[in-house]
């Protein structure tokens, strides 16, 4: 007894200095493509996170060199690097979450579909190992089309009998992110304290930012809303442009990535009212996927959450969206199920 008290007093100690994530469970995350643009940046994030104990990096090469480089960095993880498809199943073992940024960027004037026939095959690929060596883990799909990479995974899934649509997510943060960054510029509020849903999916129009719910709240024009929405649609091809070849988002899509997998590990550690945007299996509308706002819990998705009033110029672009949505979702099906 008198054991136990010393040790529930040394560590309310250590929980008043500021270390009470040590006693957090035990987490597991592995990102595949980590030796990537995305992936190098997002794994240093995830070596920052308190909530992860062991963080496994894996790619078809390059990997070594990340996880020794990351491995150096002072914070509670556990970091292993494991390089090409024979070390695939050890990586992923006990995997609580696995975040995918694996697969080709973008290059200017392409779309994110035309992605699509190198990337639906390597998401398969890795989808079929995830189903096989961690089927309970989150999985958090940022390879694009994402539109049709999520559709993929759930087929995959499907086959394997592993599926199930509370863990897995499409990862859209970084349209929040911007629509975030954009609006606080505009309404000049300061965007620490900014919210902004953003429905549909992840690519052109199909990424639907609700400025109407958008807080804290400001009187902007229709024109600045119309232009605020179009930003957020083209904030990748703005990216895409201005690396001019060498690439789409990296650096941001690390920040988004890392917020996105840290709100998924505190729904699993049971942490309340854990809620953010993400394109999930959905009956919020008509189509089988769709990103909205989703309560995370102790098994993923708690609760997808409705789409809350609509301005006019919201309701048109959510009925604008959906045939382009449901072309992807379905061109995702088709060639998983080939
Ligand atoms: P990148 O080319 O810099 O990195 C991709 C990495 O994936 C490379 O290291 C490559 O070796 C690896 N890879 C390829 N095949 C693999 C396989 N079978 N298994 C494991 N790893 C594999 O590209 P990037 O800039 O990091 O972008 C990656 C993906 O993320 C692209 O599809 C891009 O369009 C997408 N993306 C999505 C969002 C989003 O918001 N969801 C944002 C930015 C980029
Ligand atoms: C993004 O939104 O930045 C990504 O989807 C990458 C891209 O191709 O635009």
Do not use: W
Not at 157 to 181: C, I, M, N, S, W
């Amino acid at each position: 007894r008198s054991l136990h008290s010393a040790v529930s007093r040394r560590s309310s100690h250590l929980a008043r200095r500021g270390y009470s994530s040590e006693s957090t469970p035990e987490r597991k995350v592995v990102v595949l493509g980590a030796a990537g643009g995305i992936g190098q940046p997002l794994s240093l994030l995830m070596k920052l996170n308190p909530l992860v104990t062991s963080l496994s990096l894996y790619d078809i090469a390059g990997t070594p060199g990340v996880a020794a480089d990351v491995s150096h960095v002072n914070t509670r993880s556990e970091v292993a690097g494991y390089q090409g498809e024979g070390e695939l199943g050890k990586a992923l073992e006990g995997a609580d979450v696995v975040i995918i940024p694996a697969g080709v960027p973008r290059k200017p004037g392409m779309t994110r579909d035309d992605l699509f026939n190198i990337n639906a095959g390597i998401v398969k690929s890795l989808c079929t190992a995830i189903s096989k060596y961690c089927p309970t883990a989150l999985v958090n799909m940022i390879s694009n089309p994402v539109n049709s990479t999520v559709p993929i995974a759930a087929e995959v899934f499907k086959k394997a009998g592993t599926y199930d649509e509370k863990r897995l997510f499409g990862v859209t943060t970084l349209d929040v992110v911007r629509a975030k960054t954009f609006y606080a510029g505009k309404a000049n509020v300061p965007v620490a304290g900014v919210n902004v849903p953003v429905i549909g999916g992840h690519a052109g129009i199909t990424i639907l930012p609700l400025f109407s719910q958008a807080t804290p709240k400001a009187n902007l024009d229709h024109d600045v809303i119309v232009a605020l929405t179009k930003r957020t649609q083209d904030g990748g091809t703005e990216v895409v442009e201005a690396k001019a070849g060498k690439g789409s988002a990296t650096l941001s899509m690390a920040y988004a990535g890392a917020l996105f997998a840290d709100a998924c590990l505190k729904g699993l550690n049971g942490v309340p009212d854990v809620v953010e945007c993400s394109f999930v299996q959905s009956n919020v509308t008509e189509l089988p996927f769709f990103a909205s706002k989703v309560r995370l819990g102790k098994n993923g998705v708690e609760e997808v959450l409705g789409l809350g009033a609509l301005s006019d110029y919201e309701k048109q672009g959510l009925e604008n969206l959906k045939p382009e949505l449901l072309a992807s979702i379905e061109k995702g099906i088709k060639f998983a199920n080939q």
